[in-house]
């Protein structure tokens, strides 16, 4: 059997869909696209994505079964420059929780808060 990766899907659970969706679109300058939920339960925007190409894809998800918070899981969106998306987070309504850092040969990371309340990550080689 194939490696495969270990995430092969994400979803950020919001309270405001549409509030989240202008603050990740602020932040990354790039369009969600409505999403249709196959259970039928949830709405949902996705974050744009290429299928067959490395890493994993994912949306933001309103739901009756999970909610937003920080202190669960993790999600960290691959940038060229961190200090950039960095730059967006607090005028689309979110927090900087730890600046720019390095983290050694593995680049650089700020960890951010979104419109929901979700810590997320920024991940750049530069």
């Known amino acids: 059997m194939a490696k495969t990766n270990a995430i092969g899907w994400f979803d950020i659970y919001v309270n405001d869909l549409e509030r989240a969706a202008i603050f990740y679109e602020s932040v990354f300058k790039q369009k969600l696209e409505k999403m249709p ?4 339960e949830t709405k949902m925007m ?14 933001l998800v309103k739901s009756n079964h999970a909610g937003p918070g920080i202190g669960g899981t993790m999600v960290y969106f691959s940038v ?6 960095e730059s967006r987070v607090v005028a ?25 309340g979700n810590m997320f990550g920024l991940n750049s080689m530069k």
């Not at 996705?46 to 949306?59: I, N, R, V």
């Open 37 to 40: 939920d196959p259970t039928g």
């Open 80 to 85: 060229e420059d961190c200090s950039v998306e």
């Open 92 to 116: 689309a309504g979110g927090k900087i929780i730890r600046p720019k850092f390095s983290i050694g040969e593995f680049g650089w990371v700020t960890l951010c808060e979104d419109s929901e």
């Open 46 to 59: 996705s974050f744009p994505a290429e299928m067959a190409s490395y890493g994993a894809a994912g949306a």
